[in-house]
């Protein structure tokens, strides 16, 4: 996960605050994805993006909206933080969409008080 | 069904044994399944994948067997070690190139 970096790490934040996740990848590729993981569920995809402007709605995407404005970023917002958005936030990167391999970032742990 | 069901939750193996870890789908339309290992604090990587045209792909210690038919496969680590300790996670892509994940298995290799 060198190319690929989340922030912040960690943050804690109260019930209905806005709230907003960066992912920046220096790999160049076009797709980037949020996930979240919760334990018992492995990893829920959130949105993607499979170019500049270009995004799409996951499995488990009430409550955050997504933006692209350049390749390299790709940034999460939760419009107001629920308890139940208490996560573990990862972003993936990957060259297609298609039977491709996902790059992992470190993650950020948020907890929504 | 988009689900992808894995089992188990934990595992505890002795060095030098074998690791097998099982997950099964309803999907016939996913066409490519691969597994992740994850580390404590750290993002998942891909360890191996296989597409349901073959039957098993090994890769050193590591090996998926696949059952098309049974609408399983498993992933299977010969003479585990106990840097082989994670979590391992099966996933499978569906129609919209969408991964869909295995609840995940956290394997504890004693030395």
């Known amino acids: 996960d060198a190319g690929i970096t989340q922030s912040p790490r960690h943050k804690v934040t109260e019930t209905g605050t806005p709230v907003t996740l960066r992912c920046h990848q220096t790999?160049?590729?076009?797709?980037m994805y949020w996930y979240r993981q919760d334990p018992g569920h492995g990893l829920r995809l959130i949105h993607y993006s499979y170019g500049v402007k270009d995004t799409d709605k996951g499995e488990v995407s009430d409550g955050y909206s997504v933006s692209r404005s350049k390749t390299e970023d790709f940034l999460l917002t939760l419009e107001s933080a629920t308890s139940s958005q208490t996560s573990v936030y990862f972003c993936a990167t990957g060259t297609s969409g298609r039977s491709d391999t996902q790059y992992f970032g470190p993650g950020t742990r948020l907890t929504v008080l | 069904q988009q689900q992808v069901k894995q089992s188990p939750q934990s595992l505890i193996v002795q060095k030098g044994g074998i690791s097998i870890i099982n997950c099964a789908y309803e999907?016939?339309?996913?066409?490519?399944f691969p597994w992740y290992q994850q580390f404590p604090g750290k993002g998942p990587a891909l360890l191996i994948a296989?597409?349901?045209d073959v039957s098993e792909k090994k890769e050193g210690r590591f090996t998926i067997s696949f059952n098309k038919s049974a609408k399983q496969f498993s992933l299977h680590i010969m003479d585990s070690q106990p840097g082989d300790s994670a979590t391992y996670f099966c996933?499978?892509?569906?129609?919209?190139?969408?991964?869909?994940w295995g609840a995940g298995t956290k394997l504890i290799i004693k030395p």
């Open positions: 996933a499978a892509m569906d129609s919209n190139y969408q991964l869909i």
């Open positions: 999907n016939t339309a996913f066409d490519y």
């Open positions: 296989i597409r349901p």
């Open positions: 790999e160049n590729h076009r797709y």
